[in-house]
């Protein structure tokens, strides 16, 4: 038969575990609302949930509102914000588009992002875009050529030797600096990353399905020109 003692000890250790529970479960729900859902009922706010661009070029009248994924294939954070990121894009406003701009953050991001180009003139992006995310993050591909690329997209929507002379076309070379070039005006550090409007750059630690919540509030606030002053403030071109 259990002591006196014993009985106290056994109902503190009761306590303690429970309050552990209860720290716990906090913990996971607190997680958890950040990670799947987002700021929906309390607005976006600048500083928290975006920053805002200097000197955004003006966006004319019946212009669409673009919104910028930042990604590599290299980055597995990208691989894995790729199928919200999609099925988020399908259902967009009219209007409002999703535009793709690869990551020159070295030579073989560089490689990949010229390769995004090549696929897309080609016609042949849908039928890689996924495979490339797949062989690198799941098959542990490392591509550090454009002839490795073109080995692997060879009968995938285009030829070997199609992807090679689109790969050092004018227009994709244009594509690769501009896409660059667009990263550092931004002020991309890291992928993945959106960007609304060319205006605000969201806050990406507020979890991947929160950016999208996040994105689709800012998209209605420019639908219904509701942008902050000191957003509508900024539109000098540059």
Not at 25 to 31: F, H, L
Not at 142 to 160: I, K, L, Q, Y
Request: aromatic share 8%; with cysteine; glycine share 8%.
């Amino acid at each position: 038969m259990p002591t006196r003692t014993n009985q106290q000890v056994q109902r503190t250790r009761a306590i303690i575990l429970g309050s552990v529970a209860v720290v716990i479960v906090a913990v996971i729900a607190y997680g958890a609302y950040y990670s799947l859902s987002g700021p929906s009922g309390s607005g976006v706010a600048a500083n928290e949930h975006y920053t805002l661009i200097e000197n955004p070029p003006r966006r004319r009248a019946g212009e669409d509102i673009v919104v910028h994924e930042y990604f590599s294939y290299a980055c597995v954070h990208c691989s894995n914000f790729e199928p919200l990121v999609h099925a988020w894009s399908e259902d967009l406003p009219d209007g409002v588009r999703l535009v793709r701009s690869p990551a020159l953050f070295d030579a073989l991001w560089g490689l990949l992002a010229q390769s995004y180009y090549a696929l897309e003139q080609l016609g042949a992006l849908e039928a890689n875009h996924d495979r490339l995310f797949r062989a690198i993050h799941d098959n542990g591909r490392v591509f550090r050529s454009a002839e490795m690329v073109a080995d692997f997209v060879d009968g995938n929507g285009t030829t070997a030797e199609e992807f090679l002379a689109a790969f050092t076309s004018p227009d994709v070379v244009r594509a690769t600096r501009d896409a660059d070039r667009r990263m550092r005006d931004v002020g991309i550090n890291s992928v993945p990353s959106l960007v609304v409007a060319e205006k605000y750059k969201i806050n990406m630690n507020v979890g991947r399905r929160a950016s999208l919540d996040v994105a689709d509030q800012l998209i209605a606030m420019v639908l219904a020109g509701a942008e902050s002053p000191d957003a509508q403030g900024a539109g000098a071109p540059r």
